[in-house]
């Protein structure tokens, strides 16, 4: 991972005392170019990240995880091919906005987030990190949240329509859509081909998120998923959560 250019890390220690030096200077310091940035946020292999920089070469891709194992794939292949509209950022997401200057993100990309079914300020969709990506996106910038969780997909909807944000599409069961953009089916994760052969409908919700306005967190009950993740553990044992 150090010796791949395309990869960018930076210690939490050096983020505290000399800030980022790439934050407002991505387009000029690393892209050389002025094409929107877009952001997967929990990248994991990367196989969307590189997936979408393919499809989009008028558009730059930054992928983000914490877990370098799992970048690295994505990171190898983008470096093989020579791609020029391709980044690894690896932090915690928690911290992103100190990577990103107000205005520099055009886009958002949610891929297969763990649902945090018992801690709402941990959900990738929650008004706690929609506050952190105000920071960096352009007012009414593009989120898109594509997942196999039923709970998150249901509770996104909930947070959006509470908040009354800019829906453009909201679909329970994408691979049922006649009409749908290719690059919602054909670009598919490890963990979605997992999904899609256990029968389980993929999600997919496309919103925009203004700079104004108070967020507010959606004040109801959602019945949790009810089936067992690839290599992780049921999250919570309650029938219903917030």
């Not at 979408?52 to 794939?73: E, Q, S, T, V």
């Not at 953009?181 to 998120?209: A, C, H, N, Q, V």
């Not at 009950?221 to 029938?239: F, L």
């Amino acid at each position: 991972m150090a010796d791949n250019p395309l990869v960018v890390e930076c210690p939490f220690w050096q983020l505290q005392q000399e800030g980022f030096p790439l934050k407002g200077n991505w387009h000029k310091d690393f892209f050389a170019n002025e094409n929107p940035i877009v952001l997967e946020l929990g990248c994991g292999r990367g196989e969307y990240t590189i997936g979408l920089a393919h499809r989009f070469p008028g558009k730059n891709f930054i992928g983000i995880d914490i877990k370098g194992a799992r970048m690295w794939h994505g990171a190898k292949i983008a470096l093989e091919e020579e791609m020029k509209n391709v980044a690894f950022l690896r932090t915690n997401i928690e911290c992103i906005a100190s990577f990103f200057a107000p205005n520099e993100v055009a886009e958002l990309w949610l891929t297969f987030s763990d649902p945090q079914m018992k801690k709402a300020t941990k959900r990738l969709t929650s008004t706690y990190f929609m506050e952190r990506y105000r920071h960096f996106l352009i007012n009414g910038g593009l989120i898109h949240v594509k997942t196999d969780s039923n709970f998150l997909a249901t509770y996104t909807k909930y947070m959006v329509e509470r908040n009354h944000l800019p829906m453009e599409q909201c679909t329970f069961d994408l691979y049922a859509e006649k009409e749908v953009d290719t690059s919602l089916t054909e670009i598919r994760t490890y963990y979605e081909s997992m999904w899609l052969e256990r029968g389980i409908p993929i999600k997919y919700l496309r919103f925009r998120l203004p700079q104004n306005g108070t967020l507010q967190e959606p004040d109801i009950e959602i019945p949790v998923d009810g089936y067992r993740s690839y290599n992780h553990q049921v999250v919570s044992t309650k029938k219903t959560g917030k």
